[in-house]
């Protein structure tokens, strides 16, 4: 890695003692580094001697003095910003408890159900129900009154006999009490801190977009497609000829803001003859999930192309704000070319496979897209068991006597026995011969397990047999937590060397394992290989994360590392680098390593 130099200080702006606009331009060369601790904020930024961007701090900053072009550029720091604090209201105080009542009444027939009565002061009194906590920062409203109990019915006399049922009494009214007012809202927990953006890389494929139509593709990761090779005729009167049009996935990007920044087109084109200027025109669109619409975002013309075999392009745009889109919308990258001669010109449009590889650096977030769901399993529905035979028949059910004071227990075996107190439930014995006196009841037993179920109509048909359980649908496609570093800019040339700058792990990705490393360059590399390791630091100790490295050979791009499954882990504040161990003997230039975690 090349070797910069850094500068440090306390304050942004302002031109005083400390502040970064106050180091004088003429002192400083491109790729130097400044680290800026305010005391409540930290900051890391690059020079970019030949940037020119208008001042617009913290993300950009000149100097004071003999500034030129140079700016200080603000290094992004990936992940998503912290969550707000999450307000806790006081749980209310429990009311008190009425004392328990253990003698039970003679039950008699149910009358009419009253108004609840309002809670007395003996053993049935239900105390106060205690305040409702606080929610959040707001009071919960006081509960409404409970509604008065109604009174219980007189028990009515007992019928003549003690097999026939009387009717149930009428149920009464229940008491409705007043709700209490609903307590305030407690305030919102601060938002946390934005995170920075990170430029999505996207790759021209020749793979049919589900859009339809004419639409291709422009995916998150090369193809494996071999080299496509697009072309159309043009001349001066046909203005511009659209070559072809590339569409994201659905739900990619999944952003409602495309930050500002710069866009680089990294194109290969040609044409078949050098006579007129022939350009290449790139226009970006959001379209509309609903109905379709496409709405022109911008569009910027490459330099003059004419080359009469393949070459590489690059196109800078520079979206000075944000753009906002729906998290629904795809983005459109329609290619087009234009030229100056009268005769016909042959413009070629070239991408995918390991060479010619077209691609597009964004200024959209990193993250992961959510795949289609799966789908649902269906299993079979069970068979339905048999009923069983019946065995009695119901008798009518006797008219209910009057409701009144209970009356005396009738002096033969069909007179019910005053209930006796209510004990443990036993075990359920076997259904036996009907009886139609019923005799005192006993203490119950403990609850166990049910007995055998008798021969008559209470016997339930046996369970049917459980349907096959449907198959679990297809997982949706993860796309995971995917990062880009980028050690080497597009024009710099790749040298050997351990990495200076570090991409400091998240919270959000804490615990996860490195799954997939892929290295590429902006332009090829000559006899040899580029090998690329990535490093983990942790508490002041380095590991290897890749076991091989990666070996850019004569391609664009590889991801042959080996992951080292002992030393894959990353946790909260460890710090990434990549290191440079072998180089082409002609070097490439620019560098990118895409990481994914999970």
Known sequence: MATFQRRWATALTGGGE???????????????????????????????????????????????????????????????????????????????????????????????????????????????????????????????????????GVAGDTGADSTVAGDTGIQGDTGAGDTGLSGDTGLAGDTGVQG?????????????????????????VP????????????????????????????????????AAGIWKFHMYHYVDNATGVTQFVYRVFKRALAGGAETELFNVASAEVNATSVVATQTNYTQISDITILTTDRIIIKVYAKTTSVADRTAHFVYEGAVNTSHIETTIN??????????????????????????????????????????????????????????????????GADSTVAGDTGITGDTGLAGDTGAD????????????????????????????????????????????????????????????????????????????????????????MLSTAISIGDEFFAADGVIDTDNDDVLTGDQIYVDIDAVHSTPPLGLSIVLSFS
């Open 457 to 544: 109509s209470t016997v339930a048909g046996d369970t049917g047999i459980t349907g096959d359980t449907g198959l679990t649908g297809d997982t949706g496609i993860d796309a995971g937590n995917g990062f880009c570093i980028a050690p080497f800019e597009s024009d710099a040339s790749v040298i050997i060397g351990d990495g200076k700058v570090a991409f400091s792990v998240p919270a959000f990705l804490n615990g996860m394992d490195l799954t997939a490393a892929l290295a590429s360059v902006h332009t090829k590399g000559i006899t040899g290989t580029t090998d690329v390791f990535v490093r983990r630091r942790r508490a002041g100790s380095d590991v290897e």
């Open 196 to 220: 920075a953006q990170a430029g999505q890389v996207y790759y021209v494929s020749s793979n049919l977009s589900d859009i339809g139509g004419a639409y291709e593709s422009i995916l998150r």
């Open 18 to 152: 400390g502040a970064l606009d106050a180091i004088d331009g003429a002192s400083l060369l491109d790729k130097y580094t400044a680290i800026v601790n305010t005391g409540s904020n930290a900051y890391e930024y690059v020079l970019d001697a030949d940037s020119g961007l208008p001042e617009n701090p913290p993300d950009v900053i000149a100097p004071d003095s003999n500034a030129g072009l140079k700016r200080w550029i603000l290094v992004p720091v990936y992940g998503a910003g912290e969550q707000g604090d999450t307000g806790v209201g006081d749980t209310g105080i429990q009311g008190d408890t009425g004392a328990d009542s253990t003698i039970a009444g003679d039950t008699g027939l149910t009358g009419d159900t009253g108004i609840t009565g309002d809670t007395g002061a003996d053993s049935t009194v239900a105390g106060d129900t205690g305040i409702q906590g606080d929610t959040g920062v707001g009071d919960t409203g006081l509960s409404g009154d409970t509604g008065l109990a109604g009174d219980t």
């Open 366 to 431: 990193i993250q992961g897209v959510v795949g289609p769901q799966g789908d649902t399993g269906v299993g079979d529905t069970g068979i339905q068991g048999d009923t069983g035979a019946d065995s009695t028949v119901a008798g009518d059910t006797g008219i209910t006597g009057d409701t009144g004071l209970a009356g005396d227990t009738g002096a033969d075996s069909t007179v019910a026995g005053d209930t006796g107190v209510a004990g443990d439930t036993g075990l359920t014995g076997d259904t």
């Open 223 to 258: 193809s494996l497609n071999a080299e496509d090779n697009d072309s159309v005729l043009v001349n001066s009167g046909d203005g511009e000829v659209i070559i072809d049009s590339y569409a994201t996935i659905l739900n990619d990007p999944g952003v409602v803001t495309i």
